[in-house]
């Protein structure tokens, strides 16, 4: 399969009245069209930071270093007019707030036109208004709105969370990106609404062929939603793999606690776990294993030194118990 996006050594810093403070550390990942790999870790662990590097949205003290190739051409240095136009029609971004995505003024529908005609303009495309309405009425269909036209007229204020989320992917779809990356996408939707919202993408990525890349703290989600998965702890990659691998024997301590904190989870004891501890602070991150002080497995040299990457078994994982450094290995 051919990688739509191919991350390499990516490292994030944010410059701060305390100095810099690097929030993501060497991230290599690649990501293959048409596959849904979802971005798991618990709050703080650099999730919406790789998003944001990769649409190249960051905050302006944010520091990028290493590579972001998409379509053969490297994000990170890319100026940003060329950006422009790799933002919507090449990388989609759907946030956390479905409001922040769209303008308040505005008609939803007059929104929607626009995605139409930035699309048809960057492909020296002639845009016409009255096929670009029927496109739009039809993407709304797509993502399941009752009364598309009566949508059209609205603004943004007028509809609820979930029907704006529905707005945002539509604008996705008339966008026609080869990549989407939904950022926590129900976080601040209804828990009714919660699942629809994800079957909806999860089924208009087959439709389309687009790669997603899901990002979300619930492994539950991550498990219904993605091929693969990447978990991620203190900006560092811990695991990475196909899920039903990752999910049904999960290598890394830290996915391993991830998984028996959900109560559908495969790996689960009869008693709901709760990981011990919490996420390092950026700030004041332990010296070796940056996940030492909550592993169970702990042993002298994590607390000294930092695991590297290894490929086992068919998938990557950051840890001292693989590879031959120890014997003792996790079941
Ligand atoms: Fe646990 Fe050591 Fe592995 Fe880190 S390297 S996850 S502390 S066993």
């Known amino acids: 399969m051919t990688a739509s996006l191919s991350i390499r050594d990516l490292t994030v810093y944010y410059k701060t009245p305390l100095g810099l403070v690097q929030v993501l550390d060497g991230l290599t990942a690649d990501f293959d ?16 930071t790789m998003g944001f590097a990769i649409t190249r949205l960051l905050p302006p003290t944010g520091v990028v ?51 139409v005609q930035i699309r048809m303009e960057r492909r020296g495309e002639h845009f016409d208004y009255e096929s670009a309405s029927k496109e739009v009425l039809k993407r709304l269909y797509d993502v399941k709105l009752p009364d598309p036209a009566i949508i059209m007229t609205k603004y943004p204020y007028q509809l609820s969370g979930g029907q704006i989320q529905r707005v945002v992917i539509a604008m996705g779809l008339l966008l026609e990106p080869k990549i989407i990356i939904a950022d926590e996408p129900t976080s601040a939707l209804d828990v009714s609404i919660q699942a629809q919202v994800i079957a909806l993408l999860k089924e208009l990525q087959q439709q389309y062929g687009m790669t997603l890349i899901f990002i979300t703290h619930d492994l539950a989600v991550a498990n219904v939603v993605s091929d693969k998965v990447l978990i991620l702890y203190a900006g560092r990659l811990m695991e990475f793999g196909d899920k039903r691998d990752i999910i049904q024997k999960p290598m890394h301590p830290y996915t391993q606690g991830l998984l028996k904190s959900f109560p559908s989870g495969s790996y689960r004891e009869k008693e709901l776990y709760s990981l011990p501890g919490m996420p390092p602070s950026f700030f004041s991150l332990p010296v070796g294993c940056k996940f030492s002080d909550r592993c169970p497995y702990a042993f002298d040299r994590c607390f000294k030194e930092e695991p590297g990457i290894l490929d086992v078994e068919g998938r990557t994982v950051r840890c001292f118990l693989y590879g031959g450094a120890r014997k003792n290995r996790v079941a």
């Not at 990170?76 to 922040?100: A, E, H, N, Y």
């Open 65 to 115: 270093e290493g590579s972001i190739l998409f379509e053969g051409q490297d994000l990170v240095s890319m100026p940003q007019k060329k950006l422009r136009d790799v933002r919507g029609t090449g990388i989609f971004m759907v946030m956390q707030d479905p409001f922040s995505s769209l303008n308040p003024v505005k008609k939803v529908g007059l929104q929607l036109l626009e995605a």
């Open 33 to 48: 069209q048409g596959e849904t790999v979802a971005v798991v870790g618990e709050s703080g662990s650099g999730k919406s």
